[in-house]
């Protein structure tokens, strides 16, 4: 087993120039990321400014399509909203080819809440469900997502439940706030019915995008014991932050976002975010987009997925290879098949 890690150990720091500018974050699982001495000389800090100073150069020019309102709120927020995204009828038509068909269901549970998935490609739902088809092909959708995530690459989009506040032994881990890495990405939620305070909304602490000094000086106490922090999440690089912290770093309470259907919203969820925790079973229902690159690209374009032919099948192709590299022992595959049903089904246990 000693002689296994010296061997991982010595090929992960023969490969550090090429990790270190990839968007790799976990700091258990990599010696060099993961290393004291050298996130006490800068390292981890170091990455953050540098992404950072690509990703605005990245932002500017996706910006051109934007509005002035628009790239002040994210600024100053770090998300973007649209309330009423899509005209009454065309509303209804989605939520009915959403609702009205039955689905490939992917499940993943995390304590009490247990997420529901369905991968979309915009090319097999061009004749079926066409309603849905223009949604992920909306142009003005697609420059929000890429504008937050500063990349120009090509979102993944999902058909997605949570069912939330189900009965179990442990907490939902993603009710503590956290941010999902060191650099900017997208994450989008269009939400098909309303979403009531109390039934677990997504929360985001307005302005945690930015790196303040006070944030990249926290980032560096962060990076000298992220290696063997208790929680697995954090020391993978999505640290975890307490209510104390926030404060300490100038930060509000996080905001819920209780909305009304028809809502959009786009968080950059570099800033802190989570789900709140959920004060009765219930079920949330929405579009869900991501977007997340190698933020050390100099440049907007050049991403394989938006060829002819991949633009459109994005997705299944993500969980083609995925699975693959389970079967190789080379990744974890969280999202377990359940067979066909409808988005909004009950929960039918065996997590």
Known sequence: MAARSAVQRAAQISLAPFTLLSGAKSFRDNAVIGSRRLNRLGLHVGRIRLADALTAQRRVRLGRQLSAADR?????????????????????????????????????????????????????????????????????????????????????????????????????????????????????????????ASAGPFAYVPGSQRM???????????????????????????????????RAMGLPPARRFAVKANTLVVADTRGFHGRTPSEQPGCRVEIYASLRRNPYLPWNGLDPLSLPGLSGRIGSLQQAALERLAQLGLARMPWVPRGEGRIDAPATGGR
Request: no cysteine; net charge negative.
């Open 72 to 196: 002040a709120h994210y600024a100053e927020h770090g998300y973007l909203i649209r309330e009423n995204l899509l005209p009454a009828e065309q509303f209804a038509a989605l939520r009915q080819e959403v609702y009205g068909s039955r689905w490939p269901l992917l499940e993943m549970g995390q304590g009490s809440t247990i997420t529901r998935r369905v991968v979309l490609d915009r090319a097999a739902l061009a004749t079926s469900h066409p309603t849905l088809a223009a949604l992920l092909a909306d142009a003005e959708i697609r420059r929000l997502i890429r504008y937050v995530a500063g990349t120009g690459a090509e979102p993944i989009f999902s058909l997605q439940a949570i069912l939330s506040g189900l009965p179990s032994a442990t907490p939902d881990p993603q009710t503590h706030l956290h941010a999902d890495t060191f650099h900017s990405i997208a994450k989008a939620w269009f939400f098909l019915h309303d979403v009531e």
């Open 212 to 246: 303040t000094p006070e944030r990249l000086a926290w980032e560096k106490r962060q990076s000298l014991t992220a290696a063997d922090h208790p929680i697995k999440y954090h020391a993978r690089g999505s640290f975890r932050v307490s209510a104390d912290d926030l």
